[in-house]
């Protein structure tokens, strides 16, 4: 992943998020290239519900092994 790039976690956390289920989601969805989109009202409910401030462009992932969650910081440069 070392491409000469910062890297913040978010885009890590983007680039492990390829499993075939997710890709064929996006596909279906129209959303092949960019991570689809959570719905605002959802957002707005689950930040109510937790009292959290959740980001607009919050997304969705699908199938994180635990290794990746742990390799994802080794990933992220600052």
Request: hydrophobic share 35%; aromatic share 8%.
């Amino acid at each position: 992943m070392d491409d000469g790039r910062a890297h913040s976690l978010r885009d890590v956390l983007e680039r492990f998020n390829r499993k075939e289920r997710n890709l064929l989601i996006r596909y279906i969805l129209g959303n092949v290239e960019t991570p689809p989109k959570l719905c605002r009202q959802f957002l707005q409910r689950v930040s109510e519900k937790l009292e959290l401030d959740i980001p607009e462009d919050a997304w969705w992932a699908t199938d994180y092994h635990i290794s990746w969650l742990g390799a994802c910081p080794r990933n992220t440069v600052r």
